[in-house]
């Protein structure tokens, strides 16, 4: 009897030291961040008055919440695509804005350029190009001269005018700019084929191809972001900001050989020319229809 107590005791005092080591170890072991100390990732609160041209998004749904949540996370930590989609706003949106203007589109179309470029001139796997990424057969319907010596959807003045005639056309169809803004992304026949088949009028009530379940939302990031950059911990000064080099324009109904040459009459390069003229696709401008061309030279 007094060996089995003995025994009893040796494993209850065996069992809550070995208790005590564990609780012990785990309440005084150090958190180590694999990451800075002062880095941290936190949860992005959504806000509740989004809107897209003024049509409001129905962000008490549970699916909705959740796609709009993922664009902004991801382009709010993303952080060095966020902040040259801050520069590269800065230098582009003063000449979209009256244009959008010009053309009767509301002025939160020029985040879908944003979203669709990024405002850099390369095309996309698909062949899209320009600001507006219009594919080329749509460019050629809506008026655009596209060619091996010209494309101009790389003419922002043009470009941004036929993106804001197809917008119309798509709104004046669905009925709405969310929709419009959807169908410039999976074309308005695949838009209205789906909505048709599953019964609904609105995007936000449509399941679309994935990536078009994704355009609007992420458009409504980059407008919340670049509305509002410190809000989402972009901080800058006013001269990291990117600008346009004034230029003049000169206009021209004949043929240019070299636009090389052409560019030193006027004490620019072919460089910087093409920069301001990324439509001009050679180094020469056929111009048999003798149609007459904008160019815009740097100012010195």
Not at 267 to 289: D, F, I, P
């Amino acid at each position: 009897m007094n060996k089995s107590i003995r025994f009893l005791s040796i494993l209850i005092v065996v069992f809550v030291a070995v208790l005590f080591t564990n609780t012990i170890g785990k309440s005084n072991e150090p958190i180590i961040k694999n990451v800075a100390e002062s880095y941290e990732v936190k949860a992005l609160k959504l806000p509740e008055n989004l809107n897209l041209a003024g049509e409001r998004v129905p962000i008490e749904k549970p699916d909705i919440r959740e796609r709009m949540d993922r664009e902004l996370l991801v382009n709010t930590y993303w952080q060095s695509n966020g902040l040259l989609l801050i520069k590269r706003a800065h230098k582009y949106f003063p000449i979209i804005e009256p244009l959008l203007k010009k053309h009767g589109l509301p002025d939160d179309f020029k985040f879908l350029a944003l979203a669709e470029s990024g405002f850099i001139d390369e095309t996309s796997n698909v062949g899209a190009a320009g600001m507006w990424h219009f594919m080329k057969q749509t460019g050629k319907e809506f008026g655009l001269e596209i060619n091996s010596n010209v494309d101009e959807r790389y003419n922002i003045e043009k470009s941004t005018k036929v993106a804001a005639e197809y917008l119309t056309k798509s709104k004046e169809r669905f009925g709405s700019w969310t929709l419009a803004a959807a169908a410039y992304n999976a074309g308005n026949y695949g838009v209205s084929k789906r909505l048709e088949t599953q019964g609904v009028t609105s995007y936000y009530d449509a399941l679309l191809p994935d990536e078009t379940e994704r355009y609007v939302f992420r458009i409504l990031a980059l407008k919340e972001i670049i509305s509002n950059p410190e809000k989402y911990g972009f901080i800058f000064d006013q001269e990291d900001l990117y600008t346009l080099p004034k230029t003049y324009t000169v206009k021209v109904d004949t043929a240019i050989s070299n636009i090389a040459l052409f560019a030193k009459k006027f004490g620019t390069t072919y460089k910087n020319l093409k920069l301001h003229n990324s439509w001009l696709r050679e180094n020469k401008l056929n111009n048999r229809s003798r149609k007459l061309y904008e160019i815009k030279i740097p100012a010195n």
